[in-house]
């Protein structure tokens, strides 16, 4: 049998069952919360109240425009090349502290190459082939505290990740919204894969703002249909490629924004109908309004001055958010206003006169 079709079974069979760590010592933290009382060892009335399971304050914090979370992957690692240039993004070539798992920072060049050999495949001809980590960020609005929100990413990374994948993180506050960049292990402990969908997403989200909250940070993480926003959101890439548009860095288009212009102008020319998606984004606002409305009336009954209040703003949310705009319906409308531009530029007298043969010149004007 030729070595290439056997080389995934060698492979597996050469590869170690546990890869130590060398970075820190994984019971550090553990130690710690043991000696200190703290984390799973704090006193019952220390932990903060499950606050946030109550269907009313999710409600109250939706209707209010409570600042929600953003979770998002901004790529996958491949390789150890791959994965340094990652860190020294991160790190910002060393000024940028570089945190691990058990909270020790990392500044040193060879420190960063060392995790990145680790986490990346050993064998030459496998390097560059196999996803060696996955990059996330998190990021909260402008003004709230940098260090909560580090602090809440770690929980989270903690809860969710924490005993089978390794993984470092750091802080930027260079830009208005302060975030942190976790980058995780891609292979497991249990040889399990970390690779996260929408659902995992989600549940990033809300881990997240549960600890913001935890720590007096208001903070949701909810779906966009319940808040009246269709917009769906855009790859980094596709960010990254129109903030160089805006900023004049390019002129040209980006292909995804050149086949929505297209697909609109069909619309709006009568030679195409909108996605299904867009008639069920509707439907499913409409039946969100209808949830809203019966959850205000059970607040009214209530008798309550606060729930009634609540009432009022779930009311007055609705009423700002009578109809939900998707993507295809902005892009529509943008594509209607062109045509309508272009048929008020358009003279009668360069009409078409159905009357007159096909063929026959245009009348000579007199100078």
Not at 15 to 42: I, Q
Not at 105 to 133: C, F, H
Request: charged content about 35%; glycine content about 6%; some cysteine.
């Amino acid at each position: 049998m030729p070595f290439g079709d056997c080389e995934d079974k060698l492979w597996e069979a050469m590869k170690p069952r546990f890869k130590p760590r060398t970075v820190s010592d994984p019971n550090a933290k553990y130690a710690r919360h043991l000696v200190n009382g703290t984390g799973p060892f704090a006193a019952p009335a220390a932990r903060p109240a499950p606050a946030y399971h109550d269907a009313k304050a999710t409600l109250a914090r939706v209707v209010r425009r409570t600042p929600e979370v953003v979770v998002k992957v901004t790529g996958r690692k491949k390789g150890a090349r791959h994965l340094g240039a990652h860190f020294d993004y991160i790190g910002r070539q060393g000024d940028v502290a570089i945190e691990t798992r058990d909270g020790e920072q990392i500044t040193t060049k060879n420190d960063v190459e060392r995790i990145a050999d680790e986490w990346s495949d050993p064998l030459y001809w496998r390097r560059g082939t196999t996803v060696s980590a996955v990059a996330m960020v998190f990021s909260m609005p402008a003004g709230t505290n940098a260090e909560t929100v580090k602090q809440a990413v770690r929980e989270a990374a903690e809860r969710l990740i924490g005993d089978n994948h390794d993984y470092v993180m750091a802080l930027h506050t260079d830009t208005d919204r302060p975030h942190v960049h976790l980058t995780v292990q891609a292979e497991g402990v249990d040889r399990r894969r970390f690779d996260p969908r929408r659902e995992d997403l989600f549940r990033f989200r809300e881990t997240f703002a549960e600890a913001l909250r935890s720590r007096g940070v208001e903070a949701e993480a909810t779906p966009r249909y319940t808040r009246g926003q269709g917009r769906a959101g855009t790859s980094m890439a596709l960010t990254q490629l129109r903030a160089r548009i805006r900023s004049g860095a390019s002129r040209q288009p980006t292909e995804a924004d050149l086949r929505q212009a297209r697909e609109a102008m069909q619309i709006a020319l009568g030679k195409a109908k909108q996605p299904p998606f867009v008639s069920k984004t509707r439907d499913r606002w409409t039946e969100t309004k209808r949830k809203y409305e019966v959850a205000a009336q059970k607040l009214d009954r209530t008798g309550d001055r606060e729930d009634r209040r609540l009432a009022r703003d779930v009311r007055q949310f609705i009423q700002e958010r009578a109809t939900i705009e998707t993507i295809p319906d902005r892009m529509l409308r943008d594509a209607e206003k062109r045509v309508r531009d272009a048929q008020a530029r358009t003279k009668p007298d360069q009409q078409v006169d159905k009357g007159v043969p096909r063929g026959t010149p245009p009348p000579t004007r007199r100078r």
